[in-house]
């Protein structure tokens, strides 16, 4: 199983979040063969309005309801480390609790150009 964690709710998280679920289903891959996992210390992701826009408090969109229907899973927390060597992640959950999230590979590869 491949386990993917994602620090961060904003847009680029959610994007490589629905990305991953996405890259797996078009492979023709079970979900049972992926776990995703969004680690981010707020419950909304925050649409950054323009100054001319009315009620710019409204601006937000549940993670929970874009995340939910494709299967992410959402720890509300806020990370205080990364452990390259053993894979793990650490956390602050909202209740105070020290949390270790561990995933399956880290940070992406850019694909170098032929010229």
């Known amino acids: 199983m491949a386990n993917v964690l994602i620090i961060g709710g904003g847009f680029a998280g959610v994007w490589a979040a629905a990305g991953a679920v996405r890259t797996y289903r078009e492979?023709?891959?079970?979900d049972s063969a992926l776990r995703v996992t969004l680690v981010a210390?707020?419950?909304?992701?925050?649409?950054?309005?323009?100054l001319y826009e009315?009620?710019?408090?409204?601006?937000?969109?549940?993670?929970d309801r874009?995340?939910?229907?494709?299967?992410?899973?959402?720890?509300?927390?806020?990370?205080?480390?990364i452990d390259v060597e053993s894979r793990t992640v650490v956390a602050v959950g909202r209740d105070g609790a020290q949390i270790a999230l561990g995933w399956v590979a880290r940070g992406s590869r850019s694909r170098p150009t032929r010229t």
Do not use: E, F, Y
Request: glycine share 12%; proline share 18%; no cysteine.
């Open 66 to 81: 874009v995340l939910g229907p494709i299967g992410v899973r959402r720890v509300a927390a806020t990370v205080t480390g």
């Open 41 to 50: 210390p707020g419950d909304d992701m925050v649409i950054r309005p323009r």
């Open 54 to 63: 009315p009620d710019p408090q409204r601006m937000r969109v549940p993670l």
């Open 27 to 30: 492979a023709g891959l079970p």
